[in-house]
């Protein structure tokens, strides 16, 4: 799996769009971006993912740069609760064998979100 | 509301005993399913993968004969920490793949923290 690169933290006031950003220069042509997030002491959550088209739900929205090298996650209007650790991942998803869900974590970015 | 539930979500044991986490996937079936470990402030590290009816694949430098992973059911995977030692106080995550057309989405537990004293 294309190995990513994050700031290591970022900071973003209450109600403010948080713009997290992602290089995943290396990414190869059948590799998603996923996104996930872990608030402390819980699982990780699913935000979103994408191939290169932007994409958005009901959490955030997911910016792709057109030569895939980069992307942003965007939280329209971060909330206290939005503090957590984001994790940018790509990796390549196929419709058979066993390794579609397994996922490599880096360090990820500590967003803290303040009033 | 959660899709992946783990049980216990902690749980403190005597060195030398063995613990068993569960992690079920409450409205889908999952083929496989995946645990990671993580340590205070570190990233999640994957320790193996869980193949309902046939044996885990584990990462290297995780013992299999330590982390007993049993698969059972669609909806199903077990972790057994045999002969816990303090060493293996952990954060223990799984996750389960659903799969929504050509992709799908990875879902989390809510993490077990084991604690052997």
């Known amino acids: 799996d294309a190995k990513t690169t994050q700031p290591t933290s970022m900071d973003c006031a209450e109600g403010r769009a948080a713009n997290l950003p992602c290089n995943h220069s290396?990414?190869?042509?059948?590799?998603?971006v996923y996104w996930y997030r872990q608030i402390h002491s819980q699982g990780p959550q699913y935000i979103i993912h994408?191939?290169?088209n932007n994409e958005t739900n009901e959490m955030a929205s997911l910016i792709i740069t057109e030569d895939r090298k980069s992307s942003t996650l965007i939280l329209p209007h971060a909330t206290l609760r939005d503090t957590a650790v984001y994790y940018c991942?790509?990796?390549?998803?196929?419709?058979?064998?066993?390794?579609?869900?397994?996922?490599?974590f880096g360090q990820g970015t500590i967003l803290t979100v303040h009033p | 509301g959660a899709v992946v539930s783990q049980h216990p979500s902690w749980v403190i044991c005597k060195s030398g005993t063995s613990v068993k986490i569960e992690c079920r996937s409450l409205?889908?079936?999952?083929?496989?399913m995946f645990w990671y470990r993580q340590f205070p402030k570190q990233s999640l590290m994957l320790m193996a993968t869980?193949?309902?009816?046939?044996?885990?694949?584990?990462e290297q430098g995780v013992e299999k004969d330590k982390f007993l992973i049993n698969h059972a059911s669609l909806t199903l995977s077990t972790l057994t920490v045999t002969s816990a030692h303090p060493e293996d106080s952990s954060f223990y995550i799984c996750?389960?793949?659903?799969?929504?057309?050509?992709?799908?989405?990875?879902?989390f537990g809510e993490g077990s923290r084991l604690t052997v004293l």
């Open positions: 996750s389960a793949f659903r799969r929504t057309g050509l992709t799908g989405e990875l879902f």
């Open positions: 290396t990414i190869s042509g059948n590799e998603y």
């Open positions: 994408g191939l290169k």
């Open positions: 991942i790509v990796r390549v998803v196929t419709a058979g064998g066993t390794s579609y869900g397994k996922l490599t």
């Open positions: 409205d889908f079936q999952a083929t496989t």
């Open positions: 869980s193949n309902e009816g046939s044996k885990a694949t584990y």
